[in-house]
Nanobody, 116 residues
Framework: QVQLVESGGGLAQPGGSLRLSCTTS????????MGWDRQAPGKEREPVAT????????RYADSVKDRFIISRDGATNTMTLEMNSLKPEDTAVYYC?????????WGRGTQVTVSS
């Protein structure tokens, strides 16, 4: 099993920034990708950002491109999501995940609220 714990959520003003962290622990598997999804009230969960381990590439939702940055630290098994120029529509519960060849593991989520 792999355990994931998110932190860093909270309240931010429009135009502000937040940094989310995801710490992983547990058994080591061959990880193909790590990333973040989010779910806003009354909406479907949507992908936000993905980091592909083999290629080092990243992928972002169009709605967050040029504002959010995903990164990972292999030494500390931590993944971060730097969120800048936040908008009210970024309000959601953010979930980090790890995808292996056989399974996807999720954290429990952290609330991000963007409001003045």
């Amino acid at each position: 099993q792999v355990q994931l714990v998110e932190s860093g959520g909270g309240l931010a003003q429009p135009g502000g920034s937040l940094r989310l962290s995801c710490t992983t622990s547990g058994r080591r598997f061959n990880v193909n990708a790590m990333g973040w999804d989010r779910q806003a009230p009354g909406k479907e969960r949507e992908p936000v950002a993905t980091a592909f381990i083999a290629t080092g590439g990243t992928r972002y939702a169009d709605s967050v491109k040029d504002r959010f940055i995903i990164s990972r630290d292999g030494a500390t098994n931590t993944m971060t999501l730097e969120m800048n120029s936040l908008k009210p529509e970024d309000t959601a519960v953010y979930y980090c995940y790890v995808a292996t060849s056989g399974s996807v593991y999720w954290g429990r989520g952290t609330q991000v609220t963007v409001s003045s």
